[in-house]
C-alpha cells in the first residue's frame, strides 16, 4: 500500500557510491523515472569508469537501475522477461500509477497516461567493440 510514498528526508546527502554499498535495493519508481529524463539519461549512459561497479559502470539498463559486466550481459538482459515487464511498467507514469492505485481502492478510477517506453540504444563504439577482430 504505502509502497510509492516512502518518505525520503535523507535523500542526496550521500555520495552515490556509498548508497549502492549500503543499500541493496533497486532504485524507487521516481528514480528511475527521473533518470529517464533526456539529459540524465545520457550521464546515466555515458558514466565515468568505476570499478566498484560491475562492467566499470559502463553496462547500465537506465529502466531497471541495473549495471551488467559486459556488453553481452547487457544485450540478454534487454531480452529477458524481467527487463520487458520493467518497461511494460514503466509505460504509466509513476506518479499516476500510485494514484490509480488509490483512487481504484476509492471506486473512482483516473486511467493513467500511456507513454512510450522503449529499450536504450545501445552506443555504437560498443557495437564497433564487440565486432573487432577484422
Ligand atoms: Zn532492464
Known amino acids: 500500500m504505502g509502497r510509492y510514498a516512502r518518505k525520503k528526508q535523507h535523500k542526496g546527502d550521500k555520495p552515490l557510491k556509498e548508497k549502492y554499498r549500503t543499500k541493496r535495493k533497486t532504485k524507487d519508481w521516481d528514480q528511475i523515472d527521473e533518470d529517464l529524463k533526456p539529459?540524465?539519461?545520457?550521464?546515466?549512459?555515458?558514466?565515468?569508469t568505476d570499478f566498484d561497479k560491475p562492467g566499470a559502470g559502463k553496462f547500465y539498463c537506465l529502466h531497471?537501475?541495473?549495471?551488467?559486466?559486459?556488453?553481452?550481459?547487457?544485450?540478454?538482459?534487454?531480452?529477458?522477461?524481467?527487463h520487458k515487464r520493467r518497461l511494460k511498467a514503466l509505460e504509466l507514469e509513476p506518479y499516476t500509477l500510485?494514484?490509480?492505485?488509490?483512487?481504484?481502492?476509492?471506486?473512482?478510477?483516473?486511467?493513467?497516461?500511456?507513454?512510450?517506453?522503449?529499450?536504450?540504444?545501445?552506443?555504437e563504439e560498443?557495437?564497433?567493440?564487440e565486432s573487432e577482430g577484422t
Not at 539529459?39 to 565515468?48: F, R, V, Y
Request: proline share 5%; glycine share 6%.
Open 64 to 82: 531497471c537501475a541495473k549495471y551488467f559486466i559486459d556488453l553481452h550481459a547487457l544485450k540478454e538482459h534487454f531480452r529477458s522477461k524481467p
Open 98 to 123: 500510485a494514484e490509480a492505485e488509490r483512487a481504484a481502492g476509492m471506486g473512482s478510477y483516473i486511467a493513467p497516461k500511456k507513454r512510450k517506453m522503449e529499450t536504450q540504444s545501445i552506443p
Open 39 to 48: 539529459g540524465n539519461a545520457e550521464k546515466l549512459l555515458n558514466q565515468e
Open 126 to 129: 560498443m557495437k564497433t567493440e
